[in-house]
């Protein structure tokens, strides 16, 4: 009697056992409960995975937490799952989902940084990012350039316009810092080589000088002609008789429109009343304005005027008097 229900005990638990193994190995392979689109999920530092099963399960997301757990200790993942944002795709396996986690492939959001762009304006895009975290808030922008390690340094063009792709979880200095540093090396490289001979003593310089030709056009073809032209008033001690500088130096007090007295009126920054380069550049380069301040194209022209003609683009003049039928013709009309 004793070895009947003995047999019977070992064939119930070798059944349960071969019915537990098959339905685990079915749960594998069977899709997480996630509606069409996918799911965002966000695992926060430190989480277990027995807190990652509970969770997933509360959320009807995971029928059976016990087999998860179990799951990831067998494949060895449960100490290597990585914090982070995760988008969790329909038809999305137990399985396929640890990978994911281990592989830290977390969701990236963007902020792109435009050319021409003022350090204000970059402040205000990344402090209304909604998934950057805010630290610098409060900060004035020398005390942003101390928390990058650059005291002292003016903040305007010092950061690339381009578009940037983050975690969740990414502070605003760490951003502005990735930024500031694309800059330094898009301007270190480009300036080992640029063209000889030309009136720029510095990169510091160059990355002044784009900034100028970024305001003066948004027609790639046309900045290495711009940039031409500038250099050869630099090289003949000419003034850059530039509006965009005249507009920086105005600051709140440009209202849209620029008069005889605002070109009369001297600051740091009135390419006017001042010659040679402004202090500091009037705004963000984007890497083909810095080309073109370092590869200038060879020419005559010293002067230049807007077509008005709603393309952007401008009429280049060797001498003043051309110039000034230029202005005519195309500023007033005549």
Do not use: C
Not at 114 to 126: C, H, K, L, N, P
Not at 136 to 145: A, G, I, N, R, S
Not at 201 to 211: H, M, N, T, V, W
């Amino acid at each position: 009697m004793i070895s009947r229900i003995i047999g019977l005990f070992i064939i119930t638990v070798s059944f349960l056992g071969a019915w537990v193994m098959m339905d685990f190995n079915q749960f594998k392979t069977t899709p997480l409960n996630i509606q069409p689109g996918g799911i965002a999920y966000l695992l926060e530092p430190g989480t277990s995975v027995t807190s990652l099963a509970k969770d997933l399960a509360d959320q009807g997301v995971l029928d059976n937490p016990l087999y998860l757990r179990v799951l990831a200790r067998l494949e060895g993942s449960a100490a290597k799952i990585k914090a982070g944002e995760y988008q969790i795709p329909e038809g999305t396996t137990p399985l396929a989902l640890l990978n994911l986690l281990v592989a830290g492939e977390v969701i990236n959001h963007s902020l792109t940084l435009i050319e021409g762009w003022s350090f204000r304006e970059v402040r205000q895009a990344v402090a209304e990012h909604t998934i950057l975290e805010q630290t610098l808030t409060d900060l004035t922008d020398e005390e942003v350039m101390i928390r990058l390690g650059r005291t002292g340094e003016h903040p305007e063009g010092r950061f690339l316009p381009d578009t940037y792709h983050f975690p969740r979880g990414t502070t605003d200095l760490a951003f502005l810092k990735r930024a500031l540093e694309a800059m330094d090396r898009v301007l270190t490289e480009k300036w080992k080589k640029r063209e000889k001979n030309l009136p720029l003593k510095s990169p510091y310089e160059a990355l002044i000088l784009a900034s100028i030709i970024e305001k003066e056009t948004g027609l790639a073809t046309e900045r290495p002609e711009i940039a031409g032209v500038f250099i050869r008033r630099l090289r003949k001690g000419m003034k850059l008789q530039t509006d965009p500088t005249v507009i920086y130096g105005m600051g709140d007090q440009y209202n849209g429109n620029i008069r005889r007295k605002d070109l009369r009126t001297d600051t740091p920054y009135n390419t006017y009343t001042r010659k040679g380069l402004t202090p500091t550049p009037i705004a963000m380069p984007g890497a083909l304005a810095i080309e073109a301040a370092l590869h200038p194209k060879p020419g005559k022209s010293l002067y230049f005027v807007a077509k008005g003609d709603g393309s952007g683009s401008h009429y280049f003049s060797s001498t003043l008097k051309e110039h000034n039928r230029a202005v005519r013709k195309y500023q007033l009309k005549k």
